[in-house]
């Protein structure tokens, strides 16, 4: 099988108008998928992220706040899976829970060399 990184785009403004029932919602389907895709062989890592960072731009690094200071999405967690293929992969995507919550996700496939 294929490895493939399932990006989630999430509204940083949404997630910050969640009552703290919903995120509890939120964080509970995300626990209940990722266990499912384990479950099913597909799982191999994940991850929230904090809504901060670093950015690094350019030959001269020149370091930023950021990843997303101009933006108002925000990359709120990833999923590390696998699939036969692109088509399957992006099947498994429509699964994840922040399409619940208004979020998009991208899925990439990883390398091989």
Same mark, same amino acid.
């Given at each position: 099988m294929k490895k493939f990184l399932i990006l989630l785009h #999430?509204? +940083?403004?949404?997630?910050?108008?969640?009552?703290? !029932?919903?995120?509890?919602d939120l964080v509970k389907a995300h626990m209940e998928w990722a266990a499912q895709l384990g479950q099913e062989g597909r799982y191999l890592a994940g991850d929230g992220l904090e809504d901060h960072g670093k950015l690094i731009a &350019? !030959? #001269?690094?020149? +370091?930023?706040?950021?990843? *997303?200071?101009e933006s108002k999405e925000i990359i709120g &967690? *990833? *999923?590390l899976i696998q699939a036969n293929d692109l %088509?399957?992969? %992006?099947?498994?995507? !429509?699964?994840?829970?922040?399409?619940?919550?208004? &979020?998009? %996700?991208e899925i990439r496939p990883i390398m091989d060399y």
């Open positions: #999430e509204d +940083i403004e949404r997630l910050q108008n969640l009552s703290p !029932k919903e995120m509890e &350019g !030959k #001269e690094m020149v +370091i930023k706040d950021g990843p *997303y200071l &967690g *990833y *999923y %088509t399957e992969a %992006t099947e498994i995507a !429509k699964g994840c829970p922040c399409h619940h919550w208004g &979020g998009t %996700t």
